[in-house]
């Protein structure tokens, strides 16, 4: 009897997990879902222009070009009590990257979520109801992430010079599930991203793989992570008195669930005050329009995100500091170089002899003075 119930929480579960997730093929489909306030108000099209801590969950490599620390916190729910958090420190290294080209930036991430409550009632042999509240699913996932400048030139378009910037990042990750607050399972997985800048224009490309190569097994069962590919594109205009546009779109596919999502999104930048956000998202079942706002004072930013979909919609909140007054002072690296030897080191002097031929010239004069 009990395994008969086990079984049946463990169904129902199952069920319930995957009507939020809009997927059956794959484990912590939360994993699919925004974290970025930013993100979410441009319908989610943030791989190719991201930047700070939080871009790291889009794209790893979006890390590459920051100059300062920077470290941020989101939530976001609304959905039937489910929560994410995301906590975020990204930093520049004190060395420069394998490229030699700048220094590399490092990130630590922890994603925490939350599907709300579970309540199971059985009717006993007396009559009366037992009810037990679980938690439905838990998620923790823990994130290393390391991206640098790989390349940087000059290429001609039609008859155009254009400077290029070549960032390249990896995450390394820890995904530990937890159903019913008793099976619980973990498994490693790997994010990579690839970003070009062309600073003088505003022109961004961004390519990234999510969840990679992960599998959480309850039980006897075991399921992928969702593997996610985004191909994203985004053009900063020029600004003008401290104002600017920003506009993104991105093409996002699901390998294990065999679906796709395609999303565009728009930014308004006002005086560095005030970021208006907009998007759209299409093709996915779960399609509509998203807004968002951000807040500038100083150093702090805060920003809202709210969205209008057609399964379910949620909210996101955020706010993170950059500490540009910290300098990361870049670090030599030491080379070992072997000295001379102290004898080497102090070459002898080289003692001239006077020559034979200067001396009859030197007796010349001195005859010249006597008998003068």
């Known amino acids: 009897m009990k395994i008969r119930n086990e079984l049946f929480l463990f169904f129902m579960l199952g069920s319930a997990a995957g009507l ?6 794959t484990s912590v489909d939360i994993l699919k879902g925004d974290i970025s306030p930013s993100a979410m108000g441009m319908g989610g099209a943030y791989a190719a222009a991201g930047e700070g801590a939080l871009s790291s969950y889009y794209n790893p490599a979006s890390i590459g070009s920051l100059s300062n620390p920077d470290i941020a916190f ?11 958090n995301f906590l975020s420190f990204a930093t520049p290294l004190p060395y420069k990257g394998f490229s030699d080209l700048s220094r590399g930036v490092a990130a630590f991430s922890f994603h925490q979520s939350s599907l709300g409550d579970f309540t199971y009632r059985q009717i006993a042999s007396d009559g009366s109801i037992f009810s037990k509240k679980f938690d439905a699913e838990k998620n923790m996932v823990f994130s290393l992430s390391y991206a640098e400048k790989a390349a940087e030139g000059e290429t001609a378009v039609d008859k155009h010079k254009l400077f290029f910037q070549h960032y390249l990042g990896i995450s390394v990750k820890y995904v530990k599930s937890v159903l019913l607050e008793e099976y619980s399972a973990g498994s ?3 994010d990579a991203g690839y970003k070009i800048i062309e600073p003088d224009r505003g022109l961004m490309l961004g390519l990234s793989v999510s969840n990679l190569g992960g599998k959480i097994k309850y039980v006897e069962e075991s399921y992928p992570l969702p593997t996610v590919l985004r191909a994203a594109f985004a053009v900063r205009t ?3 008195m401290d104002h600017n546009m920003l506009f993104t779109a991105e093409y996002d596919r699901f390998t294990q669930d065999a679906a796709a999502s395609a999303k565009v999104g728009v930014e308004y930048h006002l005086q560095k005050i005030l970021n208006f956000r907009a998007g759209y998202r ?5 399609k509509g329009f998203t807004l968002g706002l951000g807040f500038f004072l100083d150093n702090i930013s805060v920003d809202f995100s709210t969205s209008m979909l057609d399964v379910y919609s949620y909210s996101a909140f ?16 030491v080379k070992n170089i072997k000295m001379p030897e102290k004898e080497e080191s102090q070459p002898r002097r080289k003692i001239t002899k006077p020559s034979r031929t200067s001396q009859p010239e030197q007796k010349k004069n001195d005859d010249f003075l006597l008998l003068y």
Do not use: M
Request: hydrophobic letters at 30%; aromatic letters at 14%.
């Open 74 to 84: 989101s939530y976001s729910g609304g959905f039937d009590k489910t929560s994410i």
């Open 318 to 333: 955020s706010l993170s500091y950059r500490f540009s007054s910290v300098e990361i002072k870049e670090k030599k690296k």
């Open 282 to 286: 299409a093709v996915e079942e779960n």
């Open 238 to 240: 020029n600004p003008i």
């Open 188 to 190: 490693p997985a790997f």
């Open 20 to 25: 939020f997730a809009s997927g059956g093929n």
